[in-house]
């Protein structure tokens, strides 16, 4: 058996306690099936991502979205128009454009 010290910021530490206290486990067993979990899938057992970009509110060009979604007011009333995909690929370029 070996040990191993970890540095946690004092309220990661409490609220991990309290949260494996409340399954009726110490940080240990969690630790352990943290490990166990990890070896046997031959992976990190959660998905690490980077959080999305920021949008700029200010750097979105509120004309063209207004237009757009005119235009898909009128589409919806009359059913004729841009088509949804067109919509939403010119919406994902705004967007884009101000991250």
Same mark, same amino acid.
């Given at each position: &058996?070996?040990?191993?010290? +970890? /540095?946690l910021?004092?309220?990661?530490? /409490? %609220?991990? *306690?309290?949260?494996?206290? #409340?399954?009726? &486990?110490? +940080?240990?067993?969690?630790?352990?099936?943290?490990?166990?979990?990890?070896? /046997?899938?031959?992976?990190?057992?959660? #998905?690490?991502?980077? $959080?999305? $970009?920021?949008?700029? $509110?200010?750097?979105?060009?509120? %004309?063209r979205?207004?237009?757009? +979604?005119? @235009?898909? *007011?009128?589409?919806?009333? %009359?059913? @004729?128009?841009?088509?949804? *995909?067109?919509? +939403?690929? *010119? &919406? @994902?370029?705004?967007?884009? @454009?101000?991250?």
């Open positions: &058996m070996t040990t191993i010290s +970890l /540095r910021d004092d309220d990661l530490k /409490r %609220d991990l *306690e309290q949260m494996c206290s #409340e399954m009726g &486990m110490s +940080l240990t067993t969690f630790f352990t099936i943290y490990a166990k979990r990890a070896l /046997r899938d031959r992976k990190i057992p959660f #998905e690490i991502t980077a $959080p999305a $970009p920021a949008i700029d $509110p200010d750097k979105l060009d509120w %004309d979205i207004g237009k757009l +979604l005119d @235009e898909a *007011e009128r589409i919806n009333k %009359d059913a @004729e128009g841009v088509p949804l *995909e067109d919509f +939403l690929k *010119e &919406m @994902e370029m705004l967007v884009n @454009e101000a991250v």
